[in-house]
């Protein structure tokens, strides 16, 4: 079965950390393009960070710039999002996503055929 399931979410004090994770599972996750967005109540879902296959290449929305980082452990099937000096505006469910891009925009929902099911991030002032 194929799945994606995030961990690591939480209430964390506004300049606090976490660290989300992502597990794969009967995909081909080492082929993979994987990607975080978040969603914020009555908002649409964005862009927030994507890495290529092979961890060579990284892409971040220039909210979370300097502040997020993406990584990937392929002999582990698993994408983690370290996020350190959390803001309140950082409130949100993120979803991890994956797939083959071919030419296809890291930025884009569209581009993603595979989703988690969300984690909540809550930052309190």
């Known amino acids: 079965q194929e799945q994606l399931v995030e961990s690591g979410g939480g209430l964390v004090q506004a300049g606090g950390s976490l660290r989300l994770s992502c597990a794969a599972s009967?995909?081909?996750?080492?082929?993979?393009?994987m990607a975080w967005f978040r969603q914020a109540p009555g908002k649409e879902r964005e862009f927030v960070a994507a890495i290529n296959w092979s961890g060579d290449s990284t892409y971040y929305a220039d909210s979370v710039k300097g502040r997020f980082t993406i990584s990937r452990d392929n002999g582990k099937n698993t994408v983690y999002l370290q996020m350190n000096s959390l803001k309140p505006e950082d409130t949100a469910v993120y979803y991890c996503?994956?797939?083959?891009?071919?030419?296809?925009?890291?930025?884009?929902?569209?581009?993603?055929?595979?989703w988690g099911q969300g984690t909540q991030v809550t930052v309190s002032t």
């Open positions: 996503s994956g797939d083959i891009l071919y030419s296809r925009s890291v930025y884009s929902t569209r581009s993603y055929n595979y």
């Open positions: 009967g995909l081909t996750f080492s082929s993979f393009t």
